[in-house]
């Protein structure tokens, strides 16, 4: 069976009028079986019950206690074994071992005994109908059970079905909790994580100028001739402002270290900038992904902490995509608008949203929030206008 029917049947048993419609054809099949095979009162009141009870077996489970007795006392009364009452039986016992409306021993216990009881009917039935019946004290007494031990073995297998399902579905739902706990911790580090890296990256860049503010107030104390008191005292309360914002800076981030294992090279590698976009769809390209860079308007430079945050939100939403629409295209616009707006797109031509597992909510797309927010813009994530999934980010850099 393909997936899309297994699928397909999955959710039709699932479906609320699955009970109604199967209980309702095997009440309508009992009835005709009755019309075809006459039987007894009692036989027609079991047969009749059992069929018609099934229909509450999802809203009402303990109804299948009836439906399993009342097909054995259907049972009891005719000697025959009906189809309907074989079907709703174990439909019955299937159901009392899905729901556990008792344990699993008792249950077979019961119906055992029920069997039982039913054999013992049938033995004084066919006694009544000059059948040979030994006593039970003879010589092949014990193959008058045989009946029993059959209906016992058929019940144990019926019951131990539905708890095995039972349970089955119990460990998928106990997996499925674990696992929806596992990703929401590791988007929870993944977020720290983004933050850390973000405040590494603005405490370097923040640091270098701050730092070059306070050497050059310093330094034109002595190198610029003329100066006043004034004008003296001014630049060297400057450069102790300086000083003071990155010693506050300092403190403030001081909790930040690299991650073991990077050593110094993530403190004195280059922070990558627009200028390295064909780099980065270049290795989107080498890894099987298909993508095109537009760029639009004229390049300009931006400030340090504009050109890396539109670097890390265009290289997020390129793995984003080969994560969740792998062998898509890729289009990647940056717009240089007159308005000193920076404007970035990153549309794919995947399923969209929701097409697979984090699809649509990435780990990286709180991080890439949070680094245009950083900088006065804003970001949005979602289905494209043509399908597809769109990350749009607009970063003014008027004030930067």
């Not at 556990?100 to 008792?106: E, I, T």
């Not at 993508?291 to 504009?306: K, N």
């Not at 939403?317 to 890729?330: D, I, P, Q, V």
């Not at 697979?356 to 680094?371: F, N, V, W």
Request: proline share 5%; glycine share 12%; charged share 15%.
């Amino acid at each position: 069976m393909s997936t899309s029917l297994q699928q397909g049947f999955r959710a039709w048993i699932a479906a609320p009028a699955y009970p109604w419609v199967t209980g309702g054809a095997l009440t309508v099949g009992a009835m005709a079986e009755l019309i075809a095979f006459p039987g007894s009162v009692t036989t027609t009141i079991g047969v009749l019950v059992s069929s018609a009870s099934l229909m509450w077996r999802r809203s009402f489970p303990p109804v299948a206690v009836l439906t399993v007795a009342a097909g054995l006392i259907g049972f009891a009364g005719d000697v025959n074994l009906y189809v309907s009452i074989t079907a709703s039986g174990l439909i019955g016992c299937y159901t009392l071992g899905r729901d556990r409306v008792l344990h699993p021993a008792v249950t077979v216990a019961g119906a055992a005994l029920g069997a039982l009881c039913v054999n013992l009917v049938h033995i004084n039935t066919w006694s009544r109908m000059d059948l040979p019946v030994p006593a039970l004290w003879e010589k092949g007494s014990l193959s008058l059970f045989a009946e029993s031990f059959l209906l016992t073995v058929v019940i144990f297998g019926a019951v131990m079905m539905g708890d095995a399902v039972r349970s089955r579905e119990e460990t998928r739902e106990e997996r499925n909790l674990a696992q929806a706990q596992l990703i929401a911790m590791e988007r929870q580090q993944a977020a720290e994580a983004e933050r850390a890296a973000i405040a590494r990256e603005l405490h370097d860049i923040v640091s270098h100028s701050v730092s070059m503010i306070a050497v050059q107030a310093e330094s034109a104390t002595y190198t610029t001739p003329g100066l006043t008191p004034e004008a003296r005292d001014g630049f060297q309360q400057i450069a102790g402002t300086a000083r003071s914002s990155m010693a506050e800076l300092r403190r403030l981030l001081g909790v930040l270290r690299t991650p073991q294992g990077q050593g110094d090279t993530a403190l004195t590698a280059p922070q990558p900038t627009l200028d390295h976009l064909t780099e980065l769809v270049e290795q989107h390209r080498a890894v099987g992904g298909e993508a095109d860079l537009r760029v639009t308007g004229e390049r300009v430079p931006l400030p340090a902490a504009w050109e890396l945050s539109a670097y890390r939100i265009t290289q997020e939403a390129l793995t984003n995509a080969r994560k969740h629409a792998a062998g898509a295209r890729t289009v990647v616009e940056i717009d240089y608008g007159a308005d000193r707006l920076l404007t970035l797109r990153i549309h794919d031509d995947g399923p969209g949203p929701g097409s697979g597992p984090g699809s649509g909510a990435g780990h990286g797309l709180a991080g890439m929030r949070e680094r245009a927010a950083l900088v006065g813009g804003r970001l949005s994530a979602g289905a494209g206008p043509d399908g597809g999934f769109l990350v749009e980010a607009e970063l003014p850099w008027g004030t930067g």
